[in-house]
């Protein structure tokens, strides 16, 4: 059974920091991995998608890559600023043919002016 | 990016009544999710809404709690019954958008049962 843990669960930082959040999955049989943003009280924001054979993608400051063998994505942010702050998840699509997608426990970033 | 409308956004509910949550896409897609996020949790998925045919429902959820609706290729219903405050949670549907990879979301509906 596919497990998602995102560590570390909560992260406060200055502003203009780098920071780096991790993602793990338990079953390397993925499809594809996307990042989500999502705000207090809100829907989810998609921020970026890798599929299973890439290595990784970006958007503006963020990066995500993804090794997939060792059943890891890290969310890179650069240069972080306080509009930055919300919750991020990851989830892993699981095998084609399906949509269904397991969601990870999320990090909630706090960036300080 | 696929849009995806949910109404209404936010309610306020009586324990034992029901809510149903409407969900529309602005393209056809095959499938549709809906998911629930309990406070402080991730989303869990609640079932597979399927047009023309029964919803699909994971483990841990019934059809007789959580009845889907699926009339055509761009709108579903997702209905609370019989609420309690423990099914006080955001609510959210998703689908992709056809021959794409990415999932998109509807805002969500935030419930809260009193």
């Known amino acids: 059974k596919q497990e998602v843990t995102q560590i570390p669960a909560a992260l406060s930082v200055p502003e203009g920091e780098n920071l780096v959040l991790n993602c793990s999955f338990t079953?390397?049989?993925?499809?594809?991995l996307q990042w989500f943003r999502q705000d207090p009280g809100k829907g989810l924001t998609s921020l970026l998608l890798i599929q299973s054979s890439q290595r990784e993608q970006t958007s503006g400051r963020l990066n995500a890559s993804l090794d997939k063998s060792s059943g890891r994505s890290t969310l890179y942010i650069a240069a972080s600023q306080p509009g930055d702050s919300a919750t991020y998840l990851c989830a892993v699509r699981r095998a084609s043919g399906t949509y269904k997608y397991i969601f990870g426990t999320g990090t909630r970033l706090k960036v300080l002016a | 990016s696929a849009v995806i409308s949910q109404k209404p956004s936010r309610d306020i509910c009586q324990r034992g009544t029901s809510l149903t949550i409407q969900c529309q896409v602005d393209?056809?897609?095959?499938?549709m999710f809906w998911y629930r996020q309990q406070p402080g949790q991730s989303l869990t998925l609640i079932a597979t809404a399927n047009q023309g045919s029964e919803a699909t429902y994971e483990s841990g959820f019934v059809i007789d709690k959580f009845p889907i609706s699926r009339p055509n290729l761009t709108f579903s219903t997702l209905t609370v019954s019989n609420m309690s405050p423990e099914d006080s949670s955001i609510y959210l549907c998703?689908?992709?958008?056809?021959?794409?990879?990415?999932?998109?979301f509807g805002q969500g509906t935030r419930l809260t049962v009193v």
């Open positions: 079953d390397s049989a993925i499809y594809n």
């Open positions: 998703s689908a992709p958008r056809q021959g794409a990879s990415e999932a998109f």
């Open positions: 393209s056809q897609v095959t499938m």
